[in-house]
């Protein structure tokens, strides 16, 4: 079983839809929880990070956590067009590696 | 452009060739790392340096595998002898996590 379980999709939305991407995870000492967004032949670009649990917001991207479900996720809303990628979410205990998803690859649809 | 930069791009090699990848990370960031990802998967983390001092390296990072950092700014990777499982796209990445971030990658084909 892999650390960090992730949907592969792909998920296709219209535009103007709230997209909800899900990850869990297996390591309870994982800390910090991040989101990145991917585009093809690209580097990831970090999105939003959170520490532990709770919410977090920027702009039109929305990240929870919920770590006594091991369970993590990140919300559009509005979603635009541009918002076609993949997404990954990532995990680290501390300072040191981070673990990634597979990475959910989003097509929004105008 | 105060990013992460990464050479080559794109590397196409023969198998049994050898081959180096550089990156030169953000200029104030002393923590550098490498991480590989192939089709359809997230990175996979492969070693990370503080400065000059490379502190850890995952079991993916076989002995044909290797990564310098010398003085503490740029780094290298090496692969040698390389095989056709080494196809994949090599990230390289800067800054403490989570805020963690990536270079554009280093395409390699092993034909």
């Known amino acids: 079983q892999k650390e960090v379980e992730q949907d592969p999709g792909p998920l296709s939305v219209p535009e103007g839809a709230i997209v909800s991407l899900n990850c869990t995870y297996s390591?309870?000492?994982?800390?910090?929880f991040m989101w990145y967004r991917q585009y093809s032949r690209k580097g990831p670009e970090l999105l939003m990070y959170?520490?532990?649990?709770g919410n977090k917001e920027d702009g039109r991207f929305t990240a929870q956590v919920d770590k006594s479900s091991k369970y993590i996720s990140l919300f559009i809303r509005d979603s635009q067009p541009s918002d076609s990628a993949t997404y990954l979410c990532?995990?680290?205990?501390?300072?040191?590696?981070?673990?990634f998803g597979t990475g959910t690859k989003l097509q929004v649809i105008p | 452009d105060t990013g992460v930069s990464q050479d080559p791009r794109h590397k196409i090699t023969k198998r049994g060739q050898n081959v180096t990848f550089r990156c030169d990370p953000i200029s104030e960031h002393n923590r550098l790392y490498w991480y590989r990802q192939t089709l359809g998967q997230g990175p996979e983390f492969l070693t990370y340096f503080q400065n000059e001092a490379q502190l850890e390296k995952s079991r993916l990072l076989s002995d044909r595998f290797s990564a310098e950092r010398p003085k503490g700014s740029f780094s290298t990777l090496e692969i040698q002898r390389t095989e056709q499982g080494d196809s994949a796209m090599y990230l390289c990445?800067?800054?403490?996590?989570?805020?963690?971030?990536f270079g554009p990658g280093t395409r390699l084909t092993v034909l």
């Open positions: 390591n309870s000492a994982f800390q910090y």
């Open positions: 990532a995990m680290s205990g501390g300072y040191q590696k981070v673990t």
């Open positions: 990445a800067s800054g403490l996590p989570p805020e963690q971030f």
């Open positions: 959170t520490y532990s649990s």
